[in-house]
C-alpha cells in the first residue's frame, strides 16, 4: 500500500527562543534536514533539475537508489521538496517557498531576539 503524499504548511509552528519573540532557532526538522550533506546537495542537484524521478536523481548520485529515496521522503515530509504524481512516478522539486520562508523567519528572529550581546548592544547583520 503506497502511502500518501502529505502536504505541509510553509513553516512548522513556531517556538520560542525568548518569551513573546519569533520563532525558536532550533527549528529541529529544517536543522536536521540540512545537517546531512548528502541532502543539501540533493537539493542543489534538484534545483537545478526539476521534475525528476527517484531513480533518475539516484543515477547522479554514488549512492545506493534506497538510500537516495529515504533522504527523499525525509526531505518531502519535512517541506524541502514537492513531490507531484505522474503515473507510476512521482517527480520532484524543491519547495523554494518553504526554504526562502523559514530563512526569513530565522533571520527576523536573530535580529528581533538572539542579536543582543552579554552588554546588550545589538549585533549588525
Not at 7 to 28: H, I, W, Y
Not at 37 to 51: D, K, M, Q, S, V
Not at 74 to 83: K, R, W
Not at 98 to 117: A, G, P
Amino acid at each position: 500500500m503506497k502511502k500518501p503524499i502529505r502536504k505541509r504548511s510553509l513553516s512548522p509552528a513556531p517556538a520560542v527562543c525568548c518569551p513573546g519573540r519569533g520563532p525558536d532557532l532550533f527549528l529541529q526538522p529544517f536543522f536536521k534536514t540540512i545537517l546531512e550533506e548528502t541532502r543539501r546537495n540533493l537539493i542543489r542537484f534538484i534545483g537545478r533539475n526539476p521534475g525528476l524521478t527517484a531513480g533518475e536523481i539516484a543515477a547522479a548520485f554514488a549512492q545506493d537508489r534506497s538510500t537516495i529515496s529515504h533522504h527523499l521522503s525525509v526531505m518531502t515530509t519535512h517541506g524541502f521538496l514537492i513531490a507531484a504524481k505522474q503515473g507510476r512516478h512521482r517527480r520532484f522539486r524543491v519547495n523554494r517557498d518553504y526554504i526562502v520562508q523559514t530563512l526569513e523567519e530565522i533571520t527576523e528572529s536573530i535580529r528581533d531576539c538572539c542579536s543582543r550581546n552579554d552588554k546588550g548592544s545589538v549585533l549588525d547583520l
